[in-house]
């Protein structure tokens, strides 16, 4: 089965029912900003997507790009199954990896070996593969005997060997990443950033947040830019990067 | 890398938008199923978290072994005094009241908190909700295994064995961990929603606690007034795996009112878990 996704009329409202909503809503309608209203019920609802549609097929590498609080990340969310929309709807076919947290499921208590663990369960994977898993990451992460010694013990050096390994070692058909993946490629040795074009070339469909110009250009073929919750252009990498920019300097 | 690792990504919920979008019946009954085969993930992650709490500890999580058998010895000294009881009837009761009710009180408190406590992995990756759910039950569960050492212990030394009684608490305790499964996802979810309900839920567990026959037996009731008890569901529901390790049978009227109190939760907790599901994200 190829890896497939198709986004039609996606829209998702944010309720804020904590932090006492009724003040804060006070406090927001007066510094009026388009994008918080409230619904029937009167709660208040943040626009977190407008009407999201696009969809993408085997080979497709798609940017998102646009200011903060654009939607990127709840639209990568949306598409990892975090939050399912209300209105519109989403088909995502093939397996799907999502590097949204470094610290996924990163417990500093736990052991390396208890942490590779726990991800191969997450993903679903029988014994085998998990002790696979083990090799892989230790093999990458260099961890040597720390593996049986609590992560918080670690090194920061260490931890960040570990979360990357750990990150890269399932690669799936769908591969959605937040900016913070390749944001520090200078902090990354070359035999990390090897691993992850390995995994991004791998993956059949990569959709990628970033706010840096070269990552976009150099990962993805077509860009879509967020505006305030709403597609505000898609088509071509360069030319969409183009006109981003030039606003973006205006 | 090897090739294996590849294709072993966990497969989302594929759609077909050719077909009818699916129904909250039936995407409720697809997360159970997905939290049924991630077994052992439920497994592991409620081991951990009893591991980990008594981590570096000496006795470990036999911790809650000792500090139950303390409990027990000084509650039921003091008690067996104020009641004018016989020790040797009254510690066994005792400690396998206070070792259930230890189940309940901590699973109830637990599921309150629930997908609050575990909001970070709620919004990094997708998991069914009832994976949560059950990860609260098999850590009570866990914690329960080590507390019925104090339970084992007391009815040695007084040697009042429950004997083949004692197999009725079995199906029993499989109610237990049924409704065990829809409170934690009810509590999870309504707490979640609403974070007034937490500190209310405390408050009534404690006041339970004194209501209930957990401390004083059920027969210093006036007999009179006994019908009463299986109206309190805490009472029927602890008192149908109690009597039988007591080497008692329950009466008809506490598995009746266990049954319908259990009907009553299990249909409340999925039409609402039908209803909010998809919402549980956006309230943590």
Redesign the interface.
């Known amino acids: 089965m190829s890896a497939e996704i198709?986004v039609?009329g996606v829209s998702l409202d944010?309720?804020l029912?904590?932090g006492n909503a009724r003040s804060l809503k006070r406090t927001v309608f007066s510094k009026v900003s388009s994008r918080i209203a409230s619904d029937v019920r009167h709660r208040v609802v943040v626009e977190a997507l407008r009407d999201v549609s696009f969809s993408l097929s085997s080979g497709d590498r798609l940017g998102l790009v646009g200011t903060n609080g654009a939607g990127k990340t709840t639209l990568l969310?949306t598409l990892?199954?975090?939050?399912?929309p209300?209105i519109g709807?989403?088909?995502?076919?093939?397996?799907?990896?999502?590097l949204?947290?470094p610290?996924?499921?990163m417990?500093p208590?736990?052991t390396g070996r208890?942490n590779i663990?726990?991800r191969g369960?997450?993903?679903?994977?029988d014994r085998a593969?998990i002790r696979?898993?083990e090799e892989?990451v230790c093999d990458f992460a260099e961890l040597d005997d720390f593996i049986e010694l609590?992560v918080r013990i670690y090194s920061s050096g260490m931890v960040v060997r570990l979360g990357f390994a750990l990150a890269t070692?399932?690669?799936?058909?769908v591969l959605l990443m937040d900016e913070w993946f390749m944001a520090g490629d200078a902090t990354f040795m070359e035999k990390a950033r090897a691993r992850l074009e390995?995994m991004v070339r791998?993956a059949e469909i990569l959709v990628l947040s970033s706010h840096q110009e070269h990552v976009i250009l150099e990962w993805c073929t077509r860009v879509i830019w967020m505006d305030q919750g709403r597609v505000r252009a898609d088509g071509p990498a360069a030319e969409i990067m183009d006109v981003y920019l030039g606003r973006a300097a205006a | 890398?090897?090739a294996?690792?590849?294709?072993?990504?966990?497969?989302?919920?594929?759609?077909?938008?050719t077909q009818p979008?699916p129904t909250p019946w039936g995407e409720a009954w697809s997360d159970l199923r997905e939290a049924t085969?991630?077994w052992?993930?439920c497994w592991?992650?409620g081991w951990?978290d009893i591991k980990?709490r008594y981590?570096g500890s000496l006795l470990g999580p036999f911790w809650l072994t000792l500090s139950t058998a303390i409990m027990v010895a000084a509650m039921g000294g003091i008690y067996a005094g104020l009641f004018h009881m016989n020790l040797a009837e009254y510690l066994p009761f005792l400690s396998l009241s206070l070792v259930l009710w230890g189940f309940l009180g901590s699973l109830v408190s637990d599921a309150s908190v629930g997908y609050t406590a575990a909001e970070?992995?709620?919004?990094?990756?997708?998991?069914p909700f009832t994976l949560y759910a059950a990860r609260i039950v098999l850590r009570n569960v866990w914690v329960l295994l080590h507390n019925l050492v104090v339970v084992v212990v007391v009815l040695a030394v007084f040697k009042s064995w429950p004997g083949f009684t004692g197999l009725l608490a079995l199906p029993g305790f499989a109610l237990w961990l049924i409704d065990s499964l829809a409170l934690s996802v009810l509590l999870g979810a309504l707490c979640a929603?609403f974070?007034d309900i937490p500190p209310i839920v405390g408050s009534l567990l404690q006041m339970m606690f004194f209501v209930t026959p957990v401390i004083w037996k059920p027969d210093l009731i006036h007999a009179d007034m006994r019908w009463l008890l299986p109206l309190n569901p805490f009472y029927s529901i602890l008192e149908m795996v109690r009597a039988p390790m007591l080497g008692q049978v329950p009466g008809a009227s506490t598995y009746l009112s266990a049954g319908l109190y259990s009907i009553a939760l299990c249909a409340a907790t999925w039409l609402l878990f039908c209803r909010v599901r998809?919402?549980i994200?956006?309230?943590v």
């Open positions: 198709d039609r944010f309720p029912y904590h969310r990892a199954g975090i939050y399912e209300l709807s989403l088909r995502v076919n093939g397996s799907l990896n999502a949204l947290d610290q996924l499921g417990n208590d736990m208890e663990m726990l369960l997450y993903n679903g994977l593969a696979r898993l892989d609590p070692a399932i690669r799936p058909q390995d791998g | 890398m090897s294996a690792l590849q294709t072993a990504a966990r497969q989302p919920a594929a759609r077909d938008l979008p085969s991630l052992r993930l592991t992650l951990l980990l981590r970070g992995m709620i919004r990094s990756v997708r998991m929603r974070r998809g919402r994200a956006f309230w």
